[in-house]
């Protein structure tokens, strides 16, 4: 095997076994692909041939990661097998754009800057290339790097002082520096140091943490409904049924304070005065709890409806106090991008194209704060951010992961909602259809993970925080700082002198 086939392999492999997967999470192995990466731009011969083969390893990394994309595309995409297998593959050859990208950044570096200088610029790629990954295009960032030591804590508390991306940036330097410390001690010393960085302020955040504040009981519900019967109208009676069912069970064993339903959990529009309403508020009128769900809404306007994947937020006088709207909806999935352009058919079935929210805010019950994201909006940093600067004390996630089946696909979501507790410093309530719901404490803890594909009724403490992290309370001027370093870094670039003599690894 030639060596640019095994650092190809390798970066493969590793970001496969890093990340959540059927198999086995090593997170350490996550650091494969930057540092394959690296080394395959580093000693390609041309600027061409670099971008070439780090194109080639990443799509090959994302491919196995992103397999499940087929699942929802096949299965509730109405796509014959033979035309859904090809889009997991189209998805990750345009993912590996971007580590084509990082290795041609990792070339030029090799030949116009030194050793060290190198190595602080491929860190910084990193972060820019996920923040690139997070913005273009809708964004799509699966694949962050800091979320494969999501079960490592001590690790990820970085993230609470520079966020998702620029703890990334930090283990990519720290890996490529292992690397390159073969050629250069200063880079060794730059990694090893990162590294023990990294592991000191984890330690030190988990030590310092505390809580001050006086806990309050949360229920999350999973009602288990299959996602390829749930619209149909024979089976909502049973869906309503089963969802009131567990909530009595939970509140009757923990009496929590508030009760969360998953995404489109009601699978009809709530909001109309209908039979399959009564039940959820003759719930509510039993209890004293308040009650959170998801299901589509509509306004209308003459002949013309406008279509919100909803979260309502009702008191227990089973009256609406308020809800929130998705902002970020999934294309293909609530919207149909270019219709007249794609063969596909719309993965949700039973409603309409879907719009997003506007003018949100937190929904307030009591001394909680809500700040309310809806399935993958959970993976945007700056979706998180928004509601905290909202006013939001408590973050709420409601999603609707059926549509990933048995896969890796809930796991490596649940991960990347991991950071956003750390991020923010807020305890995270998150409940979906078929798993995993699940409750986060601000060091990204996971707490009372729910087994997938079965009914879930379970309650926990958390505490509503007003606290700001550094991240959160900094977050514009570190944008601002990334683009800066990012424009210094391209001028030294650019300005550079060659530097073939260095050592290729």
């Given at each position: 095997?030639?060596?640019?086939?095994f650092f190809i392999l390798a970066t493969a492999v590793g970001t496969w076994l890093g990340h959540a997967?059927?198999?086995?999470?090593?997170?350490?192995?996550?650091?494969?692909?930057?540092?394959?990466?690296?080394?395959?731009?580093?000693?390609?011969?041309?600027?061409?041939?670099?971008?070439?083969?780090?194109?080639?390893?990443?799509?090959?990394?994302?491919?196995?990661?992103?397999?499940?994309?087929?699942?929802?595309?096949?299965?509730?995409?109405?796509?014959?097998?033979?035309?859904?297998?090809?889009?997991?593959?189209?998805?990750?050859?345009?993912?590996?754009?971007?580590?084509?990208?990082?290795?041609?950044?990792?070339?030029?570096?090799?030949?116009?800057?030194?050793?060290?200088?190198?190595?602080?610029?491929?860190?910084?790629?990193?972060?820019?290339?996920?923040?690139?990954?997070?913005?273009?295009?809708?964004?799509?960032?699966?694949?962050?790097?800091?979320?494969?030591?999501?079960?490592?804590?001590?690790?990820?508390?970085?993230?609470?002082?520079?966020?998702?991306?620029?703890?990334?940036?930090?283990?990519?330097?720290?890996?490529?520096?292992?690397?390159?410390?073969?050629?250069?001690?200063?880079?060794?010393?730059?990694?090893?140091?990162?590294?023990?960085?990294?592991?000191?302020?984890?330690?030190?955040?988990?030590?310092?943490?505390?809580?001050?504040?006086?806990?309050?009981?949360?229920?999350?519900?999973?009602?288990?409904?299959?996602?390829?019967?749930?619209?149909?109208?024979?089976?909502?009676?049973?869906?309503?049924?089963?969802?009131?069912?567990?909530?009595?069970?939970?509140?009757?064993?923990?009496?929590?304070?508030?009760?969360?339903?998953?995404?489109?959990?009601?699978?009809?529009?709530?909001?109309?005065?209908?039979?399959?309403?009564?039940?959820?508020?003759?719930?509510?009128?039993?209890?004293?709890?308040?009650?959170?769900?998801?299901?589509?809404?509509?306004?209308?306007?003459?002949?013309?409806?406008?279509?919100?994947?909803?979260?309502?937020?009702?008191?227990?006088?089973?009256?609406?106090?308020?809800?929130?709207?998705?902002?970020?909806?999934?294309?293909?999935?609530?919207?149909?991008?270019?219709?007249?352009?794609?063969?596909?058919?719309?993965?949700?079935?039973?409603?309409?194209?879907?719009?997003?929210?506007?003018?949100?805010?937190?929904?307030?019950?009591?001394?909680?704060?809500?700040?309310?994201?809806?399935?993958?909006?959970?993976?945007?940093?700056?979706?998180?951010?928004?509601?905290?600067?909202?006013?939001?004390?408590?973050?709420?996630?409601?999603?609707?992961?059926?549509?990933?089946?048995?896969?890796?696909?809930?796991?490596?979501?649940?991960?990347?909602?991991?950071?956003?507790?750390?991020?923010?410093g807020r305890w995270i309530v998150r409940s979906t259809n078929t798993g995993i719901s699940a409750f986060?404490?601000?060091?990204?803890?996971?707490?009372?993970?729910?087994?997938?594909?079965?009914?879930?009724?379970?309650?926990?403490?958390?505490?509503?925080?007003?606290?700001?992290?550094?991240?959160?309370?900094?977050?514009?001027?570190?944008?601002?700082?990334?683009?800066?370093?990012?424009?210094?870094?391209?001028?030294?670039?650019?300005?550079?002198?060659?530097?073939?003599?260095?050592?290729?690894?």
């Open positions: 095997m030639q060596p640019r086939h997967n059927p198999l086995a999470q090593l997170p350490l192995a996550a650091l494969l692909l930057p540092a394959g990466l690296m080394v395959l731009g580093q000693n390609a011969g041309t600027i061409r041939e670099a971008f070439r083969q780090a194109w080639l390893a990443g799509s090959l990394a994302a491919l196995g990661c992103l397999y499940w994309v087929y699942w929802p595309v096949q299965q509730f995409g109405g796509v014959h097998w033979l035309l859904a297998l090809p889009v997991p593959v189209l998805l990750s050859l345009a993912m590996g754009a971007y580590f084509g990208l990082f290795g041609l950044a990792a070339h030029l570096a090799a030949r116009r800057l030194t050793a060290l200088t190198g190595l602080f610029f491929l860190g910084v790629c990193w972060m820019l290339m996920e923040l690139a990954v997070a913005t273009l295009l809708s964004g799509f960032p699966w694949l962050t790097l800091s979320a494969a030591f999501v079960p490592w804590s001590v690790v990820v508390q970085p993230a609470a002082y520079i966020g998702a991306y620029g703890l990334s940036g930090v283990l990519a330097l720290v890996a490529c520096g292992a690397v390159c410390g073969r050629g250069s001690r200063a880079c060794a010393a730059v990694s090893a140091t990162a590294a023990l960085l990294i592991l000191g302020l984890g330690w030190q955040h988990l030590r310092a943490y505390a809580e001050d504040g006086p806990p309050r009981t949360v229920a999350v519900v999973q009602g288990n409904i299959d996602q390829s019967l749930k619209w149909e109208a024979a089976y909502q009676k049973a869906t309503v049924a089963r969802y009131v069912d567990l909530s009595r069970k939970v509140q009757i064993t923990a009496n929590p304070a508030l009760i969360v339903w998953p995404e489109t959990s009601m699978p009809f529009y709530f909001q109309d005065d209908t039979p399959l309403r009564k039940p959820v508020l003759d719930f509510l009128a039993s209890t004293n709890a308040t009650l959170l769900l998801g299901a589509p809404a509509y306004t209308r306007r003459g002949d013309d409806y406008t279509l919100f994947n909803r979260a309502f937020l009702l008191d227990g006088n089973a009256a609406v106090r308020n809800w929130y709207d998705k902002e970020h909806l999934v294309p293909f999935g609530e919207y149909m991008p270019l219709p007249a352009w794609l063969p596909l058919e719309k993965l949700v079935h039973g409603v309409g194209d879907f719009a997003p929210g506007r003018a949100q805010k937190a929904l307030h019950t009591g001394d909680l704060a809500l700040g309310v994201l809806v399935c993958y909006e959970a993976i945007f940093p700056g979706l998180a951010q928004q509601r905290v600067s909202q006013g939001a004390n408590l973050i709420v996630i409601i999603s609707n992961d059926a549509w990933f089946g048995a896969t890796s696909a809930p796991m490596q979501h649940l991960n990347l909602t991991a950071l956003r507790a750390i991020e923010q986060i404490d601000p060091l990204g803890r996971i707490h009372r993970a729910g087994p997938q594909f079965e009914p879930l009724a379970a309650a926990w403490q958390v505490h509503a925080r007003t606290q700001s992290t550094v991240y959160h309370a900094f977050y514009v001027p570190l944008l601002i700082g990334a683009g800066v370093l990012a424009a210094l870094f391209a001028a030294l670039l650019i300005l550079g002198g060659g530097n073939s003599s260095r050592n290729r690894h």
